[in-house]
C-alpha cells in the first residue's frame, strides 16, 4: 500500500503560502444522498521545510537555534499512521484512524451538495459548492474570517461537518509575527502580512475555482490557489486525511438516514451507502425513489 507523503504540501509551503488544504470527494457515483468534499488544513510553519535556506530561517540565526536543529526537527509535522487512500482502507480501518487524522489537522470540514442540489446543478457544480462550503468553514474555525476561534465546535451546521480550532490562529486573514507557542517556524521579525492559503485537490480538474464567487457559492474569506493532484489521496497527506474524513462523515450519514425510517430498509443503505448495489437498483424498480435520491440520474 502507498504511504502518502508531505512533500507537496512542502513544496507548497517554500511557496510563501501560509495555510495548506487538501481537499477530496466522496459519493459522487451513488444514487441516493449526498455529495461531500472532505476538507484538511494543516499550518505551512509546522511543516519541514524543503531546503537548508529555509530551515535556517525557520529555525533562527544563533548558534543556539542551529544547535538545537533535532529537537526542532521532532516539533515538525509528520505523516499520520495508517493514513492511505480511503478506498484501499476497510471500513473498520477508517474508523480506527478517524478521530486521529481529525486531531492531526490544524481543522477540518465536510461540505456537502444535497441529492436535489445536484438534480439542480449537476455533479460538478454541486462537487464545487460542497468544497466551498468546507474550505469556509475551516477558515471560520481557524479565525480567518476576523472572528476570534471559540470553544470547541462539533456539531452539523447546514451543509458542513466542523471540529475543533486551534488556539493561537491568526486572526482577520494576516499571518501575525507572533505565531502558536512551540512551532518551529516562529520568528519575532517576519512583518504581518496576508495569509495566503494553498490547496490540493484530488483529480484532474479544478471544480472549485470555478464554483467561486458564483450565485450559489458561500463567502470564503481567503480564496484558496488549487493546484490539481491525480490520485493525491494516495501521494499527499492532507488530501488522503480529508478523504478519510470524508467518507466516515457520509457512511455514518447514510446508515443513520437507512435507520431512520422503515420506508428505507428495502434500499440497504446502510450497507451500500446509497451506491447503486443490486439490491439498491431493485429496491428502486420496485418501490421507486424517495426523496433522497438523485432523479435526474438513471437509476434502475
Known sequence: MITPTLELERELAAQG????VGFDEVGRGALAGPVMVGCAAIWARDLEPLNDTDRAAAEGESDEAR?????????????PDGVADS??????????????????CAAWAVGQASNT??????????????????LADVERQLGLDGSQPGAAVHREAGNTMQTEPVSGSPLRGELSAELTEGSPRTTA??????IRVG????????????????????????????????????????????????KVTRDRLMVDLAQSDPKYAPYEWAHNKGYGSAAHRAAIAEHGPTALHRVSWHLT
Open 67 to 79: 544547535g538545537d536543529a533535532a529537537a526542532s526537527q521532532s516539533q515538525f509535522l509528520t505523516v
Open 117 to 134: 442540489e445536484i438534480d439542480d446543478w449537476g455533479i460538478t457544480y454541486a462537487l464545487g459548492i460542497a468544497a466551498l462550503r468546507a
Open 189 to 194: 521579525t517576519a512583518p504581518t502580512r496576508p
Open 199 to 246: 490547496a490540493i485537490l484530488d483529480g484532474p480538474s479544478d471544480y472549485i475555482t470555478k464554483a467561486l464567487g458564483t450565485f450559489d457559492a458561500p463567502d470564503v474569506p481567503i480564496p484558496a490557489v488549487v493546484t490539481t493532484k491525480v490520485k493525491g489521496d494516495r501521494s499527499c497527506a492532507t488530501v488522503a486525511s480529508a478523504a478519510v474524513i470524508a
Open 17 to 20: 503560502y501560509d495555510l495548506i
Open 87 to 104: 478506498k484501499l482502507l476497510t471500513e473498520h480501518r477508517r474508523e480506527a484512524i478517524y478521530d486521529e487524522l481529525c486531531d492531526w
